[in-house]
């Protein structure tokens, strides 16, 4: 099987920070996709480690709840199903409206032209069909927002989420459909931070996760039913 891991070891860290830290980002990006079993001799060469920190790292993907443990067949990526999406874009939806609420008082003016060059780099990200190159530049409009807001426990919080959000944001960009829909969010809510219009920036914020959340349970029943055929 071939694991596709980033095998750059970070020596900073202790070992089995690190492997859980490659393992994590792997799972998240999609690069360890879920029902994938997670086989510690081919991990532990593949990271030039030995299986000892392999098998720290995923009893710590396990609490997070990124593994589970399967019995006769072991660690397997945990499955992405609507109920986990749903959890963590009822979250998101609450503090992404807070956010735009709170960048509409606080964004700077060096601030707003970074976020109208992150809303042109995503429309060009989205015409290169690279899908990592999209969810980076999604990621980045979004963090320009956040960071806006001035409320470094905010940050902190959505910092934290954004990442398990990943995994989803992946399975939301598959559907090309949607990269011109994407952009034109994108814009409309850049618009309305730009006019300092708090209630069409919340309005747009809560439309923005609500889409995604519907492509995304279409993504997921695409990706069971092919499971099944």
Request: charged share 35%; hydrophobic share 40%.
């Amino acid at each position: 099987m071939n694991h596709n891991v980033d095998t750059e070891i970070d020596e900073l860290l202790p070992l089995r920070d690190v492997v859980f830290k490659k393992l994590r980002k792997a799972i998240l990006t999609g690069n360890l996709k879920p029902g994938e079993r997670l086989m510690e001799i081919h991990l532990a060469e593949k990271l030039g480690v030995s299986r000892t920190p392999i098998r720290e790292a995923i009893r710590k993907l396990e609490l997070e709840g990124l593994v589970q443990m399967i019995p006769r067949r072991g660690a397997v990526v945990t499955e992405i199903t609507e109920k986990s999406m749903k959890d963590v874009l009822e979250v998101r939806r609450a503090l992404d409206v807070l956010s735009v609420e709170l960048a509409c008082d606080r964004i700077t003016g060096e601030e707003k032209e970074m976020l109208r060059k992150a809303c042109q780099d995503f429309e060009d990200a989205t015409k290169t069909g690279n899908l990592k190159e999209i969810a980076e530049q999604d990621v980045a409009f979004h963090d320009i927002i956040v960071e806006a807001t001035r409320n470094s426990k905010l940050i902190q919080i959505l910092h934290n989420l954004s990442e398990q959000m990943f995994r989803y944001r992946f399975e939301y960009i598959k559907d090309f459909e949607q990269h011109d829909n994407l952009a034109q969010e994108h814009r409309a809510i850049y618009d309305s931070i730009m006019r300092c219009d708090k209630e069409k920036a919340a309005d747009l914020a809560k439309i923005h996760v609500d889409n995604q959340e519907t492509a995304i349970i279409r993504q997921i029943r695409i990706e069971h039913d092919r499971r099944l055929v």
